[in-house]
């Protein structure tokens, strides 16, 4: 048994050196991605969690009235839609959201979108007051879905509290 140590201990070493470090680094570098993976899902989050409340700030500010108690019909700005419209896409990718959170984010994204082309409809409308009128009150119910306490906001936000 010696003579067999002596004669291959050195190789058997080595073998079982490199074996040991080939599983180490693949141990770390799993780690790493998956640390990577969970920092990428939480910065998604963060970042619709940021365009969520921007569009909250606005459709409230589109339901309040001005100084003089008139309501601005097809305001010049519109509501961001950048991170909703990519982030599913990466949330995805990374196989983060479920079907309740998917949900919720399509609602939020298409009401968002639809709101974006009412008030670009009221702005066509110019001068005539029947459509005018009728289109600030679609709009008024897209905007108060968005709002605080509206129902698609209401939806989203718990989930998005939950990755934050």
Known sequence: MGAFIQLYGGQ???????????????????????????????????????????CKRMATEYL??????HRVAAPQWRLPNVMLTSSL???????????????????YHT?????????????????????LSSRMWVNDLKAQRLAEGGEYYAALRPLIDRHV
């Open 64 to 69: 309040r009235p001005t100084g003089n108690g």
């Open 111 to 131: 009401e968002v979108e639809t709101l974006n082309r009412g008030l670009d409809l009221a702005q066509e409308a110019g001068t005539s007051l029947l459509d």
């Open 12 to 54: 058997m070493l080595t073998i079982v050196g490199t074996l040991l470090g080939t599983w180490a680094g693949y141990r770390l570098r799993a780690s790493d991605e998956r640390k990577d993976k969970r920092r990428r899902i939480r910065a998604t989050w963060g970042a619709i969690s940021a365009e969520v409340e921007a």
């Open 89 to 107: 896409r990466a949330l995805l990718a990374d196989g983060d959201p479920s079907e309740p959170e998917v949900d919720a984010l399509l609602k």
